[in-house]
């Protein structure tokens, strides 16, 4: 299980500032070691009290450090924002939450110091985020140049690079707030990230966002961020606000949620321009370069950024991933595009077939299973990979559409991972996956999410992904105590130790007769293997048997749940359904027979109509139509 990133967060609280703290201390993936305070939006005094209060109000851990930072730029006067952020920098808010009784952590001083010290000290394991003027880092790095060469990253908040300023036409404020700053930074040797406002002016947070996310909270933290965006709401409801600071900030939690190019950089220090962010873009030959190399963020995944903001800051107290409780399901594999034709009959070995129109949805067995436990009911959390194709963006807002939290699917450069279907006139089909992205999941990817598995009460996984990458996560949740369900698709050979790690194998005729060794065709041998499997160490097991039902073994007992009289169009998705609803049940705490009689009744649904995800029926749906309410 791998180590929170240490993280230091220099800010000028600010509005904006505020929400990224917000979604800081909200991320598992980060450990915020320490808040330093620098004047940008407000005089250092109330940027220090601001983010005091705001460490409390967002439950900041005792052991982050606040400290009070720089209080003018490196040269030249001082400029703020008030005309943005409003007279206390928090839109007119503090004065509610000191009424409320909130007491600001105590500052202590010198901001810059400890930042050469934790660099000396932590060297490549800190990262250091910037969402105020760079007075602090430039003083920092004047100090111990070397110490701040060898931090893994400095993630930047500032700059307009190919884009408008927004306090003048070419300066973004950060930069313009301390030029000299800026261009000392940037002319650096400094691992720098750049989320200049290319990228932040595309990551907005509407009118509606707010008032359906914070629907029904009555908390402090739902309070005070409804003030909080009031007045900026009101002042840009058509567009809404751009989420500056907290991009940042979801930046370093995701890294893939943006994209950056290697260009030449430095900053204009004086006149009309100071603070203007000058890009060397000349193609041509010359010895006149002007610049730094800086990694510069262009391109973002909107939707998944606005979607990482709202699930982690405004969602409600009792959503919040188990680092605090433990609760709903969470997916650990596929997402593919499939692409499915049918046929009269599938083609044998060299056969050409001739069959219909191509049908065009979602599926990949995480992405199903996770679909049919929130139709099912449950808070669904996947943890998957898609690519940064057309494919990947229409896959993630199907799955967000279908009520599946998509904050743990993580882009990737190779293409989306496609299943090519082939269906025959009854039903059954073949099934070929390019893997493509999902080949792409590793532990690292599952470790770094460990406190949304840790916090399930139920963690699915199937072996569509690396069996590695399966074993990681599975160990996680077994570790801590959740229970854990493992469907064995496509088969493949499994390590005995991971039996250990499973409570509840799922697996139809094929897979378990692949596990036993021995066939899998009538009751008496679906009843052998069941015994089997638990010698094997799967001490409960459910073994599908399409419109035969399904067989379980719990607790030394075995039992059948017949099949559903139904007229059988594409079973593509059937098994993801029985899988999900599963999950879904159990996660409710249902005994596993009753979780296999919901479970078998919405397969039978499914294979009512052609398609994958599309076809998997709400939780309403399968009551209705059999008529057994649970």
């Known amino acids: 299980m791998s180590v929170p990133r240490t993280v230091i967060i220099d800010t000028d609280p600010g509005i904006d ?26 005089d250092i005094a109330p940027a220090t009290l601001n983010a005091g209060l705001l460490l409390e109000l967002f439950g900041a851990p005792g ?8 209080a003018k730029p490196l040269r030249g006067r001082r400029e703020d924002a008030h005309y943005f952020h409003g007279g206390d920098g928090l839109g007119g808010t503090r004065a509610g939450l000191e009424e409320r009784g909130l007491v600001p952590r105590r500052a202590r001083s010198g901001a810059v110091g400890r930042i050469v010290k934790a660099a000396r000290a932590l060297g490549p394991k800190l990262t250091i985020v910037a969402l105020g003027p760079l007075t602090n880092i430039a003083h920092a790095m004047r100090r111990d140049p070397p110490a701040l060469s060898s931090i893994g990253a400095l993630v930047i908040m500032g700059g307009a690079v190919r884009v408008p300023g927004n306090v003048t036409a070419a300066a973004e404020f950060n930069f313009y707030a301390d030029a000299h700053a800026a261009a000392r930074v940037l002319a650096a040797d400094l691992p720098v990230t750049l989320i200049p406002l290319d990228v932040t002016e595309q990551v907005r947070l509407t009118p509606g966002d707010v008032r359906d996310a914070l629907a029904g909270r009555r908390d402090p933290q739902a309070r005070a961020l409804r003030a909080l965006l009031a007045e900026p709401l009101r002042r840009q409801r058509q567009a809404g606000i751009a989420l500056h600071d907290p991009l940042a900030v979801a930046a370093v939690i995701e890294p893939e949620l943006v994209s950056t190019e290697t260009v030449l950089l430095s900053v204009v220090t004086g006149g009309a321009a100071a603070g ?29 950024a606005r979607h990482l903001f709202l699930s982690r800051v405004m969602r409600k107290p009792d959503d919040a991933q188990l680092v605090q409780e433990r609760r709903g399901v969470v997916v650990v594999g596929s997402t593919n595009f499939d692409l499915v034709v049918r046929a009269e009959h599938l083609p044998r070995a060299g056969e050409t077939v001739l069959g219909s129109d191509l049908l065009q949805t979602a599926g990949g067995k995480g992405a199903n299973q996770a679909v049919a436990a929130s139709q099912a009911g449950a808070d669904v959390r996947l943890i998957s990979r898609v690519g940064k194709d057309e494919f990947g963006g229409v896959l993630l807002k199907r799955l967000a559409a279908a009520g599946v939290n998509v904050t743990g699917v993580e882009r990737d450069p190779r293409s989306t991972g496609v299943a090519l279907i082939t269906v025959d006139r009854h039903g059954q089909n073949q099934i070929t996956v390019a893997m493509g992205a999902n080949d792409a999941m590793r532990e690292e990817q599952v470790d770094k999410l ?6 399930a009460a139920v963690v699915v996984a199937q072996l569509e992904i690396p069996i590695e990458t399966v074993i990681a996560a599975l160990s996680n949740a077994h570790e801590a105590g959740v229970t854990t369900i493992l469907n064995p698709a496509p088969i493949r050979p499994l390590p005995p130790y991971l039996a250990g790690m499973i409570d509840i194998l799922v697996a139809n005729e094929v897979e378990a007769e692949a596990l036993v060794g021995s066939p899998v065709g009538t009751m008496p041998e679906v009843r052998r293997a069941l015994a089997t499997l638990a010698s094997m160490g799967y001490t409960n097991a459910v073994i599908t048997l399409g419109r035969r039902g399904a067989m379980w073994r719990a607790d030394g007992k075995q039992g059948r749940v017949a099949g559903q009289a139904v007229e059988a169009v594409d079973t593509t998705a059937a098994g993801d359904t029985f899988i999900g609803y599963l999950a879904a049940a159990v996660a409710e705490g249902q005994a596993l027979v009753e979780a296999v009689i919901l479970a078998n009744q919405a397969a039978a649904l499914t294979v009512m109509e052609t398609g994958a995800l599309d076809t998997i029926p709400s939780r309403e749906q399968v009551v209705s139509h059999f008529d057994k309410p649970r």
């Open 450 to 455: 460990s406190g949304i598995i840790t916090g």
């Open 276 to 304: 203007m962010s000058l890009e060397d873009a000349r193609v041509f030959s010359t010895k006149s370069k002007v610049g730094k190399p800086v990694q510069v963020a262009f391109d973002v995944d909107a939707e998944h």
């Open 17 to 42: 500032d505020a929400l990224a703290l917000a979604l800081a201390f909200n991320s598992p993936e980060l450990e915020v070691a320490a808040v330093h305070t620098v004047a940008g939006n407000v």
């Open 63 to 70: 052991d982050c450090v606040l400290a009070k930072g720089s």
